[in-house]
């Protein structure tokens, strides 16, 4: 049996809404912009509760895009995870700042308030929450925190579609967020995608204005600042469009596939599974393990015809991007023992049960060659 890691294509077979809405497209001859892009950010911003949202060129942008029109000051500082993608990073160094790294919780691979607390400073404006995995960081307690010390609260939800905290849709609690739409997401378009959300009108049309190269939109040539071409297409915004209908049912299959292997490895001793913190409705991106024997585990399965995935290899501070700065393991020892530790298991809503059976069953295969 062959197991990828994720397979779109599955997901494509016989879509023929989604066909139709990129036949639409295709018709009107119109994109850029346009009746798509408005849909779109009109119906996401409703599924969050939430009044603006604003289509980008990708995930990254997004989140440069908040950190460029919050308008801090020159040397400020912002935290954010050692245990993330580096777009959580080089975004806050792109806008000018400084990004602070914070070791994260061991136990759900999230910041919180108390990891937090022992990287602010002075020139501390803002934290980055980054809910990975599908998980939730603590985001209710982290805007209490944000808001006795005076600062802002980001959230990187790339990895979060639709996720819960306290009943309540993860990009809701600071004062911005971030969405990514790659083609792997909870919700993905057909190429790359983002998008920004907030309750802030004012920050709302200062990020549309730097996202049209500084030009309020619907105008041009009106450059009130330097700013960068960053537009959700309009063949991507009825991708996304018609896929946002089923987000919910792509969500509970993801969910249904991870309590599944749950249930099948959970006696396991040499493995620890992931968990949902409490009060969380988890959405499952990524299903992550660890287990000391991580790269023995790898090529098992990949002899057995299961693809897997290290998400990361390397904790962001001690990447090579950052070795002017000279951190050792010892300054963020969780996120470098899950770096040695972590590997993923496919987990998308294709995925069949005997699929998910088959790639368990390999893996309680290999432990128990080892004793």
């Known amino acids: 049996m062959q197991i990828p890691f994720f397979d779109l294509t599955r997901q494509l077979q016989n879509y023929n809404e989604l066909y139709a809405a990129i036949q639409q497209v295709m018709q009107s001859g119109q994109f850029a912009g346009g009746e798509w892009v408005r849909e779109f950010e009109k119906n996401f911003a409703a599924k969050l509760r939430l009044p603006f949202c604003i289509g980008t060129a990708n ?82 307690d982290l805007r209490q925190f944000c808001e006795a010390h005076n600062l802002y609260l980001i959230e990187d939800c790339a990895q979060a579609h639709l996720t819960l905290e306290k009943g309540k849709p993860v990009g809701t609690f ?92 959970k006696d396991v001793a040499d493995i620890k599974l992931p968990s949902a913190r409490p009060e969380v409705q988890h959405t499952w991106h990524i299903y992550p393990i660890r287990t000391r024997y991580r790269d023995e585990l790898k090529n098992h399965l990949q002899q057995n015809g299961i693809e897997t995935r290290i998400h990361y290899p390397v904790a962001l501070p001690l990447s090579q991007a950052y070795r002017h ?47």
């Open 59 to 140: 995930g990254t942008d997004a989140l440069y895009l908040i950190f460029k029109a919050l308008q801090l000051p020159a040397g400020t500082e912002v935290v954010t995870p050692a245990w993330s993608c580096m777009p959580t990073a080089e975004t806050i160094s792109m806008a000018g700042y400084k990004p602070v790294f914070c070791d994260i919780d061991p136990e759900y691979m999230v910041l919180t308030a108390e990891t937090v607390a022992q990287k602010i400073t002075s020139r501390t404006r803002a934290v980055l929450a980054v809910h990975l995995y599908g998980q939730a960081a603590p985001v209710a």
């Open 174 to 265: 600071g004062m911005a967020a971030a969405f990514s739409f790659y083609p792997t997401k909870n919700l993905g378009a057909l190429g790359d995608a983002g998008c920004v959300v907030t309750a802030n009108e004012q920050l709302a049309q200062r990020i549309r204005t730097l996202a049209n190269h500084g030009s309020p939109p619907p105008e041009q040539y009106n450059y009130q600042t330097e700013g960068l071409n960053s537009r959700l297409d309009a063949l991507q915004a009825a991708v996304l469009n018609t896929k946002l209908k089923r987000l919910d049912e792509f969500n509970n299959r993801r969910t249904h596939i991870a309590l599944l292997y749950n249930k099948l490895l």
């Open 325 to 371: 700065c000279s951190f050792s393991e010892y300054d963020f020892p969780v996120a470098a023992c899950l770096a040695r530790e972590v590997l993923s298991l496919p987990v998308f809503p294709e995925l069949t049960e005997e699929e998910a059976e088959y790639v368990a069953g390999k893996v309680i295969g290999y432990f128990r060659q080892q004793r």
